[in-house]
């Protein structure tokens, strides 16, 4: 008499973010196109949810959402359900992928409110990260994240205009808090009308683009 298992296939998944104001022009949104169209490419049966950020922005955080997230569902008031089920939709997104791609520019050296607003929305203790005896301790960890930035200028980190950028410092700060060591950045830079490097960075991050959505 044989018997037979059953085995569980992994289906990869990605999440999106594109945070951008801009729609056509806007490169991030382009190059994060170009990433998805290479990843669903290479990952034929996976699943892929894409956030816009830019044109429909996640709420602030609010006095109802500390009430949703930090006292007894039971006893939340009406506002409090509602705040807490946005930011549950998606806490659910995020942990349910095993990649996450942004695509953001940077804006007065730093992310753009709408990315920071979503950032806040997931930040959830006992879903995202939990305190443990030395400390908070991430609950994400497995995952993978890339984030493609564009800017009209260099804002690379080994570049003389580094020391301007606390996009790059932040986002991998608050990536590992909630147990996420795999960053990678893609820098599309220096794309100012006119500027000599603009053609060239926008080609390298498109070939890195498509590298990083093929990769196993």
Known sequence: MSTSKSTTVSVPSLLLLDASPRGERSH??????????????A???GNSVTRDLGHEPPPFVNEAWVEGAFTPA????????????????????????DEVV????????????????????ISRYGRTFTRGENGFVGLLGGKRVRIIVSSGSDFRP???????????????????????TDVTFVYAHSLNDGNPLRETSLAEASATVQSLATAA
């Open 102 to 121: 942004i695509a953001t520019p940077i804006y007065n050296l730093t992310i753009p409110a709408v990315l920071k607003a979503w950032i806040d929305q």
């Open 74 to 97: 039971e006893g939340h008031s009406t506002a409090a359900r509602a705040a807490i089920r946005v930011s549950d939709r998606y806490v659910d997104e995020l942990i349910a992928a």
């Open 158 to 180: 080994a570049s003389p205009g580094g020391a301007y950028n606390f996009l790059d410092g932040y986002l991998r700060a608050f990536f590992g808090f909630v147990g996420i």
């Open 43 to 45: 990952h034929p049966t």
């Open 28 to 41: 991030s949104r382009k190059l994060a196109q170009e990433y998805l169209a290479n990843w669903q490419a």
